[in-house]
């Protein structure tokens, strides 16, 4: 099975840097994503991380230590519309024999509130 | 191009009422998963079909749910009968096949009186 652990709360500030953890212990481990989620909205893709190191896409970078169970995502330059809940998702570790190989589990999200 | 498709966006129902949802998927995308999603919880999968077959379904309560993907498109989601409990956001996502990024739909948001 799975176990996903992040922050249930964030604050940050307009134009700032925030870093928002993720560690995980996982039977099987076949990558590791992150989605953001607006209230009343679906998760949309962030990314995705299956080998260890840093995955920079714009102002979003996500890090992968897969020794440690450990990722972070990484967002620059904050602006309102970032407030919003992140949820980091492993998959695998699903019963192979039932098909899921290749399941997403998804931690209970981070809710980030950036503030001017 | 159109993302995934869900209906309806709200209901809102009785206790041992039935309730069915409706998802179409992201055109060409084999696979199609329905998750259910507690207020501040992540997501939780139900179950997951490959075309029309239900490929992994442990997670789904049985003695109540059910669900179909009969011609390997669209797929249906049912309660029968609803409990206070099951009141939650039912989100589908579809994905090329299952090693792929899932994108998902907007959601429906069941609340059981």
């Known amino acids: 099975g799975q176990n996903i652990d992040q922050p249930t709360e964030m604050t940050a500030t307009e134009g700032a840097i925030v870093q928002i953890n993720c560690t995980y212990q996982?039977?099987?481990?076949?990558?590791l994503f992150w989605y953001q989620q607006h209230a009343g909205e679906a998760p949309t893709f962030l990314s995705y991380?299956?080998?260890?190191g840093l995955e920079e896409k714009g102002r979003f970078s996500s890090f992968l230590s897969r020794s440690k169970g450990y990722s972070y995502l990484l967002l620059k330059e904050l602006q309102m519309k970032d407030s919003a809940s992140y949820l980091c998702a492993v998959r695998g570790g699903g019963r192979i024999l039932t098909g899921g190989g290749n399941k997403l589990t998804f931690g209970t999200g981070t809710q980030l509130k950036v503030e001017l | 191009e159109a993302g995934v498709v869900q209906s309806p966006r709200y209901k809102i129902i009785e206790k041992k009422q039935p309730v069915a949802f409706w998802c179409n998927p992201i055109s060409g995308h084999n696979t199609l998963y329905w998750y259910l999603q507690n207020l501040g919880q992540g997501p939780e999968l139900l179950i997951r079909?490959?075309?029309?077959?239900?490929?992994?379904d442990s997670q789904l309560p049985k003695d109540r749910f059910s669900a179909e993907r009969l011609k390997g498109v669209d797929s249906t989601l049912k309660i029968q009968p609803a409990e206070l409990g099951d009141s939650a956001v039912y989100l589908c996502?579809?994905?090329?096949?299952?090693?792929?990024?899932?994108?998902f739909g907007p959601g429906t948001r069941l609340t059981v009186l």
């Open positions: 996982t039977s099987g481990f076949n990558g």
């Open positions: 996502a579809s994905s090329l096949g299952d090693s792929d990024e899932q994108f």
């Open positions: 079909y490959e075309n029309e077959e239900a490929v992994d």
């Open positions: 991380n299956v080998l260890d």
